[in-house]
């Protein structure tokens, strides 16, 4: 059925003529008269039908987060589809939760549109092919595809995709390979480069993977709890979030603990500049907040789709759209700035950014890394699987040494480049 589209219009005829009624409007929980058993056998349906493209939008953490709160999973599935996406990538952490909640309820898919209703408002299926645009506008039901991104903040497809630019000149030179040291739950989520320490969060390890500037091991510290992400303070203090309510100042020379700060949200990613954090706040709210947790400022995030990763600058910051394929880039109080959109093979992950305003993305699925210019108006790409990367993760630049930091989570290599722009 899925390799003939142009029968479903008849197929959903005769679901009709056999009792199925139209499905009207998810949003207000207005269900066919049949009941939720038959409501489960036409969600199951369409969510089959419609996979291949849901997982090229659906963000698993947070819909498992939801799905863990409510019961629908057990925290062993949450754990398992955390460690796909940190291992594996997106696309298969979302096959892992379909089987997820599959397993754990018969009411799969109704419990499942919930989530993606309650935590990803900007994905939007269309239920009947029949329906008319006035329909799908009153009721909030859009067809999403790879080439149709629907957000709240128009602005960001406005503008003309960003070209690439064979004259945007940049050196990159391998430094360093190594290889972290394995362990069965080695799954690294965030990285940073500080005081000549390259310095890797272990998820299931719970620890911070400290290595030399020259990939010798150095020593592990001890979390609280499992990191999300790591920013840097200054050389011997760093901020850690747990997808929790809090971060966690800690001085890597000490070990200690500083000061632990509680935040109105879970605190997904976060970055540090001029004396401020920015703290990502249940995916869509930044808090610019001092280092005793005083908000100085707040701001939305410019688009529903969550953040996949911001970097502040002196006077700017970049985030990451990967499912819209865009790049946002705004002041450090939430006006924007300029931003772009990338063509379908390039969804931008983790971002990082030098001393010269230009913007390093790691792209995943793609598994390359691209560099745009300081005015978002073009880019060039810097390296490919070629370089011989697999998965590659987690990208950080280190203004002070001029050098980009990539992990690779498909080999558990680390790629230390020297970089030389020349614009």
Request: aromatic share 12%.
């Amino acid at each position: 059925m899925s390799d003939r589209t142009e029968l479903l219009p008849k197929f959903v005829l005769a679901l009709s003529e056999r009792g199925y009624q139209r499905f009207v409007d998810p949003i207000s929980n207005i269900y066919p008269d049949r009941g939720r058993t038959f409501c489960q056998e036409y969600f199951e349906f369409i969510i089959n039908y419609l996979s291949g493209d849901l997982v090229d939008v659906l963000e698993p953490l947070q819909l498992c987060a939801y799905l863990y709160k409510y019961r629908c999973i057990e925290l062993s599935d949450k754990e398992a589809i955390e460690a796909m996406q940190y291992s594996k990538g997106r696309t298969a952490a979302c096959r892992e939760m379909f089987l997820a909640v599959k397993r754990r309820k018969d009411n799969w898919a109704l419990l499942l549109l919930e989530a993606i209703k309650e935590t990803q408002e900007y994905v939007k299926v269309k239920m009947d092919p029949s329906a008319s645009q006035e329909e799908l506008e009153r009721t909030g039901i859009l067809l999403t595809s790879r080439n149709q991104r629907n957000h709240s903040d128009s602005t960001v497809l406005e503008g003309e995709s960003v070209p690439y630019k064979s004259s945007f000149q940049f050196d990159v030179k391998l430094r360093k390979k190594f290889q972290l040291q394995s362990t069965p739950d080695l799954v690294i989520s965030d990285c940073i480069i500080t005081n000549e320490q390259l310095v890797f969060t272990g998820y299931f390890s719970e620890r911070l993977h400290i290595y030399n500037i020259y990939g010798s091991y150095n020593r592990e510290l001890k979390l609280f709890n499992r990191p999300q992400c790591i920013t840097v303070i200054n050389d011997d203090d760093v901020a850690v979030s747990y997808d929790q309510k809090f971060v966690e100042i800690i001085n890597i020379s000490t070990d200690q603990v500083k000061n632990k700060i509680v935040t109105r949200g879970y605190s997904c990613k976060l970055s540090y500049q001029n004396g401020l954090m920015y703290v990502v706040i249940d995916y869509h709210t930044i808090d610019v907040m001092t280092m005793t947790g005083e908000i100085i400022r707040s701001f939305h995030c410019p688009l529903k789709s969550s953040v996949q990763c911001l970097s502040p600058d002196t006077d700017s910051m970049c985030l990451t759209y990967p499912f819209n394929f865009a790049l946002y880039c705004c002041d450090l109080y939430g006006s924007n700035r300029w931003n772009c959109t990338f063509g379908t093979k390039i969804k931008p992950r983790h971002v990082t950014t030098d001393g010269k305003g230009n913007v390093y993305i790691l792209c995943y699925e793609s598994n390359n890394v691209i560099v745009v210019s300081p005015d978002g108006k073009h880019y060039k790409e810097l390296f490919t699987e070629k370089e011989g990367m697999q998965i590659p993760t987690i990208i950080y630049y280190d203004k002070s040494n001029d050098c980009l930091l990539v992990y690779d989570s498909g080999t558990c290599d680390a790629f230390l480049f020297d970089v030389t722009c020349s614009t």
